[in-house]
Structure formats: C-alpha cells, structure tokens
C-alpha cells in the first residue's frame, strides 16, 4: 500500500508561483503513473495533471496548460507541480494521486484510475 503526503501549499498572490510537492512511500514509486487533482469549494474534483512512470508523457487540464508543469523524481520518490502564473480561480485544495496499475499511459488517464489518494493541501490566491 501506498502512501501520499502534499506539501507546499499557502497563500499567493495573483501572478504568483506555488510550487507542491508529494513524498510517496509504501511501494515501488517508480513504476506508476502520478497526477495531481484539485478541489475548489462547492465544486467536484476536477484533474489537473499527471505523468507517466519514466516522465516521458504528461498530460495537462486545459486550464492550466503553459501555467503549470508537473515532474517526478523517482530516486526520491517525489512528485512536483510548479504552478506559475497563478490565478484566483486556482484556489482548491490540491491532491496528488497515484495510479492503480503499473505504467498506465497518461494520455487517456482518468480519476478512476487513480488508486491511492493524499490527503490534500490547500492552495489559496489571492486578486
């Protein structure tokens, strides 16, 4: 069993940079695909991001394309999302995710293939 801890979230103005990180432990971190999800208030969870196990693909919500880059370094079994350019409606509690099997592709992955779950960390920006 895998397991996720976020870090890195606070309070940033408009224009401003955030950027998150995910410790993963429990299981070989290397060879699953990872992603990011957010969850505004009085809104469902909505997918932000996610990388293959080599970082060879990535994927990206079109409302954060060019804002925000996601990586991994398995040596460290870490995720990170660099989020620049932030706006107000960026404002959620973000997640980070690990798939369910290994080397799932990415360009088709979706919230059920998702496995394992952290427990958020919140991102607030301020106009």
């Known amino acids: 069993q895998v397991q996720l801890v976020e870090s890195g979230g606070g309070l940033a103005q408009a224009g401003g940079s955030l950027r998150l990180s995910c410790a993963a432990s429990?299981?070989?971190?290397?060879?699953?695909?990872m992603g990011w999800f957010r969850q505004a208030p009085g809104k469902e969870r909505e997918f932000v991001a996610a990388i293959n196990w080599r970082s060879s693909g990535t994927r990206y919500a079109d409302s954060v394309k060019g804002r925000f880059t996601i990586s991994r370094d398995n040596a460290n079994n870490t995720v990170y999302l660099q989020m620049n350019s932030l706006k107000p409606e960026d404002t959620a509690v973000y997640y980070c995710?690990?798939?369910?099997?290994?080397?799932?592709?990415?360009?088709?992955?979706?919230?059920?293939?998702?496995?394992?779950w952290g427990k958020g960390t919140l991102v607030t920006v301020s106009s």
């Open positions: 995710a690990a798939a369910r099997n290994a080397y799932t592709v990415v360009n088709t992955i979706r919230g059920p293939d998702f496995g394992t």
């Open positions: 429990g299981r070989t971190f290397s060879r699953y695909a």
